[in-house]
């Protein structure tokens, strides 16, 4: 078998058969492919759908149900359970471009069955649809790709980030890995899982093409999560951890990029708390400030400032002088905001 897709499934009934059907018209061999729908304790009709699925596509669908535990814990399970030589991912809300596997095949056997695929996507609404990252790696239509590259763009922006936009060999999962410990991970879930991905996989191709469409919806970029970097500091702290393993040069100032984006966005995010106070708001942004990681880090500020969005590069800069007053008034106005192309999938 070729292909696994596995779908991760969580009350979405309202988008639950387009994606099903962005899988299953492109299939014209069940020999080489299977569909693993795995239903996360939903609560509306998403299960009952996956049943209905399963039992008109017998012989393509698997379908497990199991009570809730989240996205991360969810994916893990349905490749425990997939039999492909390459895994695919596809969020239940998205879809997969119609000819993502002629494509997929292609570029398998062209580079000799390469361990992981890279490849760009649409970002789209009811009314648009939009190109999101494009040229990763060449201005070409596809190239091959050395792992430091890889790994400098996995630092540098969140193009290689998501799960969804890549295809990769079963084996570069260790599926008996424990992630337990991250199983209430909400940001960074892509970012955590891909560095796992990047350590097994060693050769690499890039698609200049999109394959699939990110569905966009309220997102992370117009809601605010109090605890959005010290909850990816997590996972920032595991990438910490690979410096030796990768060695790349430079590793201090990519990495530094990494937790000043991540911080940059969980100050940008604050605008869409109504705070209580403006005194408030001020030592949600001192908690970051006063961050052992984040000061480690903001030393490299003039270095990396060109990898940096201009916005969280003012607000950055303003945070290393205790200026939290004018920051508030800033992230109050109109002019400050997040560039949510470069953030999906994280």
């Known amino acids: 078998m070729l292909f696994s897709i596995v779908v991760p499934v969580y009350n979405v009934e309202k988008y639950l058969e387009e994606c099903l059907k962005s899988i299953i018209c492109q299939i014209d061999d069940n020999e080489n492919y299977e569909i ?6 939903s609560t509306d009709k998403s299960g009952v759908i996956c049943d209905e699925y399963k039992r008109a596509y017998p012989d393509l669908i698997k379908v497990f149900h199991n009570t809730n535990h989240d996205l991360l814990l969810t994916r893990r399970y349905g490749y ?3 039999a492909g030589e390459y895994i695919v991912n596809c969020d239940s809300d998205d879809k997969l471009e119609k000819d993502m596997f002629v494509r997929l095949k292609e570029a398998i056997g062209k580079y000799d069955a390469p361990d992981m695929i890279l490849f760009n996507y649409y970002s789209f609404t009811e009314n648009t649809k939009e190109k999101g990252y494009t040229d990763i790696f060449t201005k070409e239509g596809f190239c091959r790709v050395n792992k430091e590259d890889v790994l400098k ?3 540098l922006r969140h193009s290689v980030v998501s799960m969804w936009g890549k ?6 999962i260790d599926v008996d890995r424990d992630y337990t410990d991250f199983a209430k991970v909400s940001n ?3 970012t955590l899982q891909s560095i796992e991905l990047f350590n097994n996989a060693n050769t690499f191709v890039y698609l200049n093409q999109a394959l699939y469409d990110y569905r966009m919806g309220s997102g992370m970029t117009r809601k605010f999560d109090p605890n959005y970097y010290f909850g990816f500091k997590v996972v920032l702290e595991i990438i ?3 410096k030796e393993v990768w060695n790349l040069p430079e590793f201090e100032q990519l990495f530094a ?6 911080a940059g966005r969980a100050i940008t995010q604050s605008r869409y708390k109504k705070w209580k106070s403006m005194r408030e708001q001020e030592e949600y942004l001192k908690q970051i400030r006063k961050d052992k990681m984040f000061q480690d880090n903001i030393k490299y500020m003039n270095e990396v400032r060109g990898k940096l969005q201009k916005s969280h590069y003012m607000l950055l800069k303003l945070l290393r002088c205790d200026m939290y007053k004018m920051m ?3 992230l109050n106005a109109k002019n400050i905001t997040s560039n949510h192309s470069t953030e999906v999938g994280v």
């Open 328 to 330: 508030a008034l800033l």
């Open 240 to 242: 910490e951890q690979q």
């Open 167 to 172: 295809a990769y060999r079963r084996t570069c």
């Open 80 to 82: 425990k359970h997939a």
């Open 36 to 41: 693993i729908l795995v239903d996360d304790g």
């Open 188 to 190: 960074g879930e892509d």
């Open 153 to 155: 763009e996995f630092l």
């Open 257 to 262: 990029v990494k937790v000043l984006q991540t």
